[in-house]
């Protein structure tokens, strides 16, 4: 086995291990029969009703890809595009990060549009997505600003304050060694450079690289740019949304409103970026914390709300990533077989 598997396998084990740590840790003080009564009395109606408002954003996501696509000279079929990214989906939530490469090489191998350009436009559509997440972020900080405020004194600036009131000796220790790294880690590129430009991945990363700057000019050479942006508001909204119809599943968080919403949002798209497969904990943590802290919802029910949210995400995800792999099998198998 190659180094880099045995990394890659030992990351896998930290992050997956560090996603159900936190999930321990936020359900082991709760009634688990009282969890378990509120999956069983949750309003189904609004689940379902959350599940196709999700496929909605899926099927929009993957009409916006193909007009970044189409910028760049290629054309592909939205059907196709939509299986691409729900098998990229299935992946990112087994693993972490292979979704990007995994509907990009599907959607390769079955349009022969090259891999390096639809990772480019990948790539810009993800840095699209987190300027409007961003976004997101200012807006409910200056709506729900007073709620924020009290809530990051109290979990963040508060314990820094108390932990460095008498160790600024340490403070400039650790701004010194953060310097001193940078500063070495660019003398080591300069010293090394010509001898990197030799190695022969050097090239195979500049290809890749070249292709990245091509997929993130595609968003400039659009030719409908306002189809582009409607389709980014359309799949937010239907992320808002799925979060927000959820609240009526169970009573605990029926009451809550749609700037609430909006803040649970913009914490979930947190939690589901952290680096462990399938946001798996840290979505159910920072779920928890928020209900709790900012709307004093009971631990017990804001659990259910986590666990109830990301379930329903999770399936939706699964029975569309399968689904869609069987139709690429199925379509593969069928051109082979009359290949022969």
């Known amino acids: 086995m190659k180094k880099s598997t045995i990394i890659s396998v030992i990351k896998y084990i930290l992050f997956l291990s560090l996603g159900l740590g936190l999930l321990w840790y936020v359900t082991k003080n709760q009634d688990l029969?009282?969890?378990v009564g509120e999956f069983k009395t949750a309003n189904y109606y609004w689940i379902g009703l959350a599940m196709f408002f999700g496929s909605l954003a899926h099927v929009s996501r993957a009409a916006r890809w193909n007009l970044i696509i189409k910028s760049m000279g290629?054309?592909?079929?939205?059907?196709?595009?939509?299986?691409?990214?729900?098998i990229g989906y299935f992946a990112n939530m087994l693993v972490p990060r292979l979704g990007e490469v995994s509907r990009c090489g599907v959607l390769s191998k079955n349009t022969k549009t090259p891999f390096n350009i639809l990772l480019g436009t990948v790539v810009a559509e993800r840095l699209f997505d987190s300027l409007c997440l961003l976004l997101l972020i200012i807006v409910v900080i200056f709506f729900q600003f007073e709620f924020l405020k009290g809530f990051l004194n109290n979990l963040?600036?508060?314990p820094l304050s108390l932990r460095f009131a008498n160790?600024?000796?340490?403070?400039?220790?650790?701004?010194v060694i953060f310097v001193v790294v940078i500063v070495a880690l660019y003398i080591l590129y300069k010293m090394t450079n010509k001898h990197l430009k030799k190695m022969p991945f050097y090239a195979k990363l500049k290809r890749v690289l070249l292709g990245f700057a091509e997929g993130l000019k595609a968003i400039k050479h659009i030719e409908n740019k306002w189809a582009?942006?409607?389709?980014?508001?359309?799949?937010?909204?239907?992320?808002?949304?799925?979060?927000?119809?959820?609240?009526?599943?169970?009573?605990?968080?029926?009451?809550?409103?749609?700037?609430?919403?909006?803040?649970?949002?913009?914490?979930?798209?947190?939690?589901?970026?952290a680096p462990v497969p399938g946001g798996i904990g840290a979505y159910h943590f920072i779920i928890k914390l928020t209900l709790v802290e900012l709307f004093a919802i009971n631990p017990s029910s804001a659990i259910s709300y986590a666990y109830i949210t990301h379930t329903?995400?999770?399936?939706?995800?699964?029975?569309?990533?399968?689904?869609?792999?069987?139709?690429?099998?199925?379509r593969n198998k069928k051109i082979k077989n009359e290949s022969h």
């Not at 999770?314 to 069987?326: K, N, R, Y």
């Open 312 to 330: 329903s995400q999770c399936a939706l995800i699964t029975i569309l990533g399968l689904f869609s792999f069987g139709v690429f099998f199925l």
């Open 74 to 86: 290629y054309k592909t079929r939205l059907s196709t595009t939509f299986y691409a990214v729900m």
């Open 33 to 35: 029969n009282k969890l």
């Open 156 to 158: 963040i600036f508060k």
């Open 167 to 175: 160790s600024y000796s340490t403070l400039i220790i650790i701004t």
């Open 228 to 273: 582009f942006i409607l389709h980014t508001f359309f799949i937010w909204f239907m992320y808002f949304m799925m979060s927000y119809l959820c609240f009526f599943s169970i009573s605990a968080t029926s009451h809550l409103h749609l700037a609430d919403g909006f803040t649970v949002l913009v914490m979930s798209s947190l939690g589901i970026v």
